[in-house]
């Protein structure tokens, strides 16, 4: 036999409970509300068209949630002499991002120009795709990935690269004034065919629905179960 205060105690902690779980139902449809929010602005800047480059002045107000895969141009000058390959897995395989930086007239950018398989990772085996004097590139504003890739972490020292981390590869080749983020080129095809730009993959995971329906569900099991122990008792 249960004594009153200990029925008390239990139902003050499945109450508890049941609330923690409406409470965690309801930040997941929060989450959902802001994540589909975020999906309309992003496909938004997908569909408009591209604007200048950021330059210095509006570096220090880049932000992921706002300037993320905004449609982007800008012309310069490669400096094919440092480019650098980041390891990529592509729908075309694994192979490498060539990342170069585009001298502008007011920085310094990197651009992801595109993926090559591993056999052409030395530009001497693409010299046509290296152009010579000014190019226009447009293509997605792509914020720094600091550190390296899934437990594997960038090393310049041994020019591996595992993520497209700009201040480190620009401080690796020596490029000064580089901007905070890098431009994934389009479609445009290079000369020679390589490297393959617009293999940008634009996708976010979007499961709070499924969560927020578990949550709801374990709290009206809790429930149920805690009236029907109670009402079992009563008799």
Same mark, same amino acid.
């Not at 905004?70 to 310069?76: D, F, I, K, Q």
């Given at each position: 036999?249960?004594? !009153?205060?200990?029925?008390?105690?239990?139902?003050?902690?499945?109450?508890?409970?049941? /609330?923690?779980?409406?409470?965690?139902?309801?930040?997941?449809?929060?989450?959902?509300?802001?994540?589909?929010?975020?999906?309309?602005?992003?496909?938004?800047?997908?569909?408009?068209?591209?604007?200048? /480059?950021?330059? %210095?002045?509006?570096?220090?107000?880049?932000?992921?949630?706002?300037?993320?895969?905004?449609?982007?141009?800008?012309?310069?000058?490669?400096?094919?002499? #440092?480019?650098?390959?980041?390891? #990529?897995?592509?729908?075309?395989?694994?192979?490498?991002?060539?990342?170069?930086?585009?001298?502008? @007239?007011?920085?310094?950018?990197?651009?992801?120009?595109?993926?090559? %398989?591993?056999?052409?990772?030395?530009?001497?085996? @693409?010299?046509?795709?290296?152009?010579?004097?000014?190019?226009?590139?447009?293509?997605?504003?792509?914020?720094?990935?600091? $550190?390296?890739?899934?437990?594997?972490?960038?090393? !310049?020292?041994?020019?591996?690269?595992?993520? $497209?981390?700009?201040?480190?590869? /620009?401080?690796? @080749?020596?490029?000064?004034? /580089? #901007? %905070?983020?890098?431009?994934?080129?389009?479609?445009?095809?290079? %000369?020679?065919?390589? !490297?393959?730009?617009?293999?940008?993959?634009?996708?976010? @995971?979007?499961?709070?629905?499924?969560?927020?329906?578990?949550?709801? #569900?374990?709290?009206?099991?809790?429930?149920?179960?805690?009236?029907?122990?109670?009402?079992?008792?009563?008799?």
């Amino acid at each position: 036999m249960i004594g !009153p205060a200990r029925r008390i105690v239990a139902g003050a902690v499945v109450l508890a409970t049941v /609330a923690l779980f409406l409470g965690l139902g309801v930040w997941q449809v929060e989450r959902r509300a802001w994540k589909l929010d975020l999906i309309a602005r992003v496909e938004a800047r997908l569909a408009a068209e591209p604007v200048p /480059a950021p330059g %210095p002045e509006a570096w220090s107000r880049l932000d992921r949630a706002t300037d993320e895969y905004l449609r982007v141009e800008a012309t310069g000058r490669f400096l094919h002499e #440092a480019e650098t390959a980041v390891l #990529a897995v592509t729908e075309r395989g694994r192979g490498y991002w060539i990342l170069t930086p585009l001298a502008t @007239r007011d920085a310094t950018i990197l651009v992801n120009r595109g993926f090559v %398989p591993p056999e052409n990772r030395d530009p001497a085996t @693409r010299p046509d795709g290296q152009p010579p004097g000014e190019v226009h590139v447009a293509g997605l504003l792509r914020l720094t990935e600091p $550190r390296g890739g899934f437990l594997r972490d960038n090393d !310049p020292a041994a020019d591996r690269w595992f993520s $497209r981390d700009v201040a480190a590869i /620009a401080a690796a @080749r020596g490029v000064r004034g /580089a #901007a %905070p983020y890098f431009i994934d080129a389009d479609g445009t095809p290079n %000369p020679g065919g390589l !490297p393959v730009g617009g293999l940008t993959v634009v996708r976010f @995971r979007n499961t709070h629905l499924s969560y927020a329906l578990t949550w709801f #569900a374990l709290a009206g099991g809790l429930a149920v179960l805690t009236i029907r122990a109670l009402r079992r008792h009563a008799d």
